[in-house]
């Protein structure tokens, strides 16, 4: 049976806009303004016009718009942005978001195909939205047999990893959700728990799918961990730190790649592995194994596992471009902001409106994040590429290419380390002049 | 065990190592059938194919059907190689009926099976594609594939499901300008699909999975009744087309593609290379056409074939396709028996698999040019 579409009636309309306007205005009164004022409670809140901001005052920016800015600024600068949006779940969330917009568009010029193209008029760009309102509409199936606690709690754990990878990744000078001493040695730890979480889910599902899945990424993330940590040890040697920041910091002058390609190659192969890509997408292969793994998960449990993987692809090239490509470091191109706006105010027609404030970002850390951004979306290109280019892998040929090809090219790239370092080439402190 | 069994279930003795998987029919890797393959760690002990899901009893259909009204639901069995399944059909009948075929409609017919043959190729190139997790190489056969389904639709009127074979001929004649039209695309086809080679064929990682798996000796596959590309694969040189030639494919320049390896790469390469002899066949019969003439000699209503049978068969996409049809002077066939490529290559797979990894059961089960639908008739 076709749907008909009913027939126009102004007065409905106006009625179904009056009823959503009510809705809305009803419950941003109940839950959205007690929610910014608790959160007010917890934020320091900045002084304008020599007059410290209590919470209620700072209600009033809407009446007040030069108490806007520094509020905002202060937002900005809390440890709740910082782990909510910019360096951490929500810009790591938008980059995976666009991740798979471009992987999907891309693969489809690879394949001669348009790609997504509907939805959203311009070139199919609310397409994930959809994907993301169908897979949240969806039944979320539970096999009978399934030990339903683990079940339930591995894709929450998959994506709460990720996110935790994703913080630990300097996005500009000073920007970093957390930043450890140790910061690659928790990169490390971080890893190491997703063949936990792997095996955690596809045993406690019961399946035989599942099963042979969660076997293989157990294989394939173990014997691949291992060529992960040696390729990174040059790094390690030369620059004596295993603090991200620092080793951002270290490569003002000149790229680690430049020094360690062997490094550089081996370390790309792992993450491709690691993320469970093609040609490395064993534990998902669906002509084997029908979907691995995965198999038993449906609606947004599917989803958040995808978000995480996605997440996991954005923190993996951030990790790449920190490490072998010099993070933020990159020629000033962010045009420095306008000096005659903070001293004299814009001036729009007869009004003259001063802001204090301004800027909000200083512009090192815009152009960082520039550079960061352009980078990362690079390095994500070159692993998008070979989806479009290679089949499957064997396993044994698999672990063939992790056990002795890898773990050989990462150890001759150690050596090549402590050569530049016992030749004096290069030091802790860079190339020694 | 203490517990009770319900009657008529026997436990086996199985061992706790092997696991049995149950590979279809809901299954991506699997067609319209089941395979119960049993599992060591990662190799396979055992491969039980269990075909007959689509069943759908084409040849008791057609002894209630006359011979003109047999054609369309003879073709379902494998609509992209609609014309080749009629060829051996019309074949048979014509010799049933005494019927001689118009010069002009035989080179159309080798025309049309052999651009259907690259269509039904290509569809199988692509699923052996994603098969292997190469997805380019399940689209851009895909789309190759609609040069050949328009010149088709040019010539019968329809894209996939044709009907163009008629015993006495082909339908209908050839539009204006075919010729032209067809070899130019023929030209471009045979331009995009060698660059099949680079991204599939020469790819390193493809290579490595499947060289050296699923090998079938020369002797086992004579002695398997294998035919068609998995025959030709393991070095026996047969080709209906060559050795016993009908209609005037004997008239036209063409080679057998064989090869020695009998290994999945090779079973997957001859289906590919014959697909630039097709090439050939088409432009050597657009040359060797005559230019006008009758496409179809005109048969009598309802005509009744002897006390007679007849079997014919033609090389199709999956090998040998046989159609044996008795008549017993009525206007339907008494009996008409199929025999298709495809279910004597299935015969491999238990044979091929033992001992195999699990990863490369896509790669062995597809390369035997295997169609479920047409294997269950």
């Known amino acids: ?433 | 065990m203490t517990t009770q069994l319900p009657p008529g279930i026997q436990l086996e003795t199985v061992d706790d190592r092997i696991m049995t998987l149950n590979v279809g029919p809901q299954h991506p890797g699997s067609g319209h059938m089941r395979l119960i393959i049993k599992v060591d760690g990662d190799y396979i002990v055992s491969c039980d194919p269990d075909p007959g899901y689509v069943h759908r009893g084409e040849e008791k259909m057609a002894e209630y059907r006359n011979y003109i009204q047999n054609i369309p639901h003879l073709e379902r069995p494998v609509i992209h190689d609609s014309c080749n399944i009629l060829y051996p059909y019309c074949l048979a009948v014509e010799d049933l009926l005494g019927i001689e075929v118009p010069e002009r409609a035989k080179y159309i017919r080798v025309i049309a099976s052999e651009l259907n043959r690259c269509i039904y190729t290509l569809y199988w190139l692509a699923i052996y594609g994603i098969f292997l997790g190469h997805s380019t190489m399940f689209m851009w056969p895909a789309g190759d594939r609609e040069l050949f389904i328009d010149l088709l639709e040019a010539m019968s009127g329809a894209r996939v499901t044709h009907a163009y074979f008629v015993p006495g001929g082909v339908r209908n004649d050839l539009p204006a300008n075919f010729e032209e039209r067809c070899l130019r695309q023929v030209n471009y086809f045979e331009k995009r699909i060698k660059e099949y080679q680079d991204i599939f064929y020469q790819n390193p990682v493809l290579r490595q999975r499947t060289e050296g798996t699923g090998i079938l000796s020369r002797m086992d596959a004579i002695r398997l009744g294998t035919t068609g590309s998995v025959l030709r694969a393991s070095g026996v040189d047969f080709d209906l087309r060559k050795k016993e030639p009908y209609d005037v494919y004997e008239n036209l320049d063409f080679e057998t593609q064989v090869l020695k390896e009998g290994d999945s790469y090779a079973r997957s390469l001859i289906p590919y290379l014959e697909m630039f002899e097709s090439c050939r066949i088409i432009k050597d019969a657009l040359k060797k056409m005559p230019k006008s003439g009758s496409v179809r000699t005109k048969l009598k209503p309802n005509p009744k074939g002897g006390n007679d049978e007849s079997y014919r068969r033609v090389e199709s996409g999956r090998g040998s396709l046989g159609f044996h049809v008795i008549s017993n002077n009525r206007p339907e066939p008494y009996r008409v028996k199929i025999s298709v490529g495809s279910f004597r290559n299935l015969i491999c797979i238990p044979y091929l698999l033992k001992g195999e990894k699990l990863g490369n059961m896509p790669a062995v089960y597809w390369s035997l040019n295997y169609w479920p639908v047409e294997a269950d008739r």
């Open chain 1, 1 to 433: 049976m076709s749907t008909i579409a009913p027939e126009f009636r102004l007065s409905r309309f106006i009625a179904s806009l009056t009823d959503i306007i009510f809705w809305v205005l009803l419950i941003f009164s109940l839950v959205g303004l007690p929610l910014v004022f608790i959160l007010l409670f917890y934020i320091k809140l900045p002084v304008v016009n020599g007059q410290l901001l209590t919470p209620y005052l700072a209600m009033t920016w809407m009446a007040d718009p030069s108490r806007t800015i520094p509020i905002i600024k202060s937002l900005i600068h809390t440890e709740f942005f910082r782990i909510i949006a910019f360096p951490g779940f929500g810009f790591a969330a938008l980059f995976a978001a666009g991740t798979i917009f471009i992987e999907r568009k891309f693969l489809a010029k690879i394949q001669l195909r348009v790609g997504p193209l509907y939805c959203g008029k311009i070139e199919g760009i609310l397409q994930l939205m959809g994907d993301g309102l169908k897979l949240i509409s969806k039944e979320i199936i539970i096999p009978a047999k399934a030990d339903k606690p683990i079940f339930w709690v591995a894709p929450l754990l998959f994506v709460g990893t990720a996110a935790a990878f994703a913080s630990l990744i300097p996005v500009a000078p000073g920007w970093v959700v957390s930043n450890p001493n140790v910061g690659l040695l928790v990169v490390f730890a971080t890893i190491g728990f997703f063949p936990i979480i792997v095996v955690l889910s596809s045993w406690s599902a019961n399946s035989k799918w599942t099963f042979i899945g969660g076997i293989r990424a157990l294989h394939q993330m173990i014997s691949f961990e291992i060529p992960l940590i040696l390729s990174l040890l040059g790094i390690v040697i030369l620059t004596g730190t295993l603090n991200l920041t620092e080793i951002v910091e270290s490569q003002q002058h000149y790229w680690w790649i430049v020094f360690m390609p062997i490094g550089a190659i081996v370390f790309f192969i792992t993450i491709i592995a690691e993320l469970e890509r093609i040609p490395f997408d064993l534990p998902e292969a669906e002509s084997e194994i029908v979907a691995g793994w995965l198999t038993e998960f449906s609606g947004m449990m599917y989803g958040l596992i995808q978000l995480g993987t996605y997440l996991k692809l954005y923190a993996f090239a951030g990790l790449f471009t920190v490490l072998f490509l010099g993070g933020w470091n990159g020629p000033m191109v962010w045009p420095p902001f306008p000096a005659d706006i903070i001293t004299n105010g814009i001036t729009i027609g007869p009004i003259t409106a001063h802001i204090p404030g301004l800027p909000l970002f200083d512009q090192d850390m815009l152009n960082g994040t520039l550079w960061f951004v352009i980078k990362t979306a690079g390095v994500i290109l070159v692993i998008l590429l070979p989806r479009g280019v290679f089949p499957r892998i064997r396993i044994d040929l698999l672990l063939y290419t992790g056990w002795y090809k890898l773990i050989g090219l990462a150890f001759i790239n150690i050596f090549i380390a402590l050569g530049l370092l016992y030749a004096g080439v290069l030091g802790h402190g860079g190339l020694i002049q």
